[in-house]
């Protein structure tokens, strides 16, 4: 079974893929797909003769590195929305109320305590 070989036409001795490399690729994507599903690591690269599979686990390989990295900006980035929309609310709650403290300091009572309700309402929504 080792002995069939798959060749490209005209190709060199890097694209050919016997079935072994073949059922060794199978494998490791079967270790792979378990690995994704448990959050592991993947498996390591197999010992292979066929450059071309070789070629095949370096490309989910680095796919899979490119999927993490983009999870962990996409995690930091939520992060950092978070973070930005609870400072805009500390802000929002100062400029409210120093609206309502310029009113009161200019003698328009109820401006300013029109300006609280709003503050408060637009809070709790």
């Known amino acids: 079974m080792e002995d069939l070989v798959i ?9 050919k893929i016997t079935l072994g490399d073949f059922l060794v690729f199978i494998n490791w994507m079967n270790q792979t797909e378990k690995s994704l599903e448990r959050g592991e690591a993947l498996p390591t690269t197999p010992d292979l ?3 071309k599979v070789k070629g095949w686990i ?5 796919l899979e590195e490119r ?8 995690i ?12 805009l609310g500390q ?7 120093n609206i309502a403290s310029l009113y009161d300091n200019l003698g328009q009572a109820k401006k300013a305590e029109e300006v609280r309700r709003r503050a408060e309402a637009l809070h709790a929504s």
């Open 76 to 87: 930091a980035l939520e992060a950092n929305v978070i973070a930005q929309e609870a400072q």
């Open 58 to 62: 370096q490309l989910v390989q680095r």
């Open 7 to 15: 060749e490209e036409e005209g190709a060199s001795s890097a694209l």
């Open 91 to 97: 802000l929002l709650t100062h400029l409210h109320a």
């Open 67 to 74: 999927f993490r990295r983009s999870e962990e900006k996409k």
């Open 49 to 51: 003769d066929s450059g």
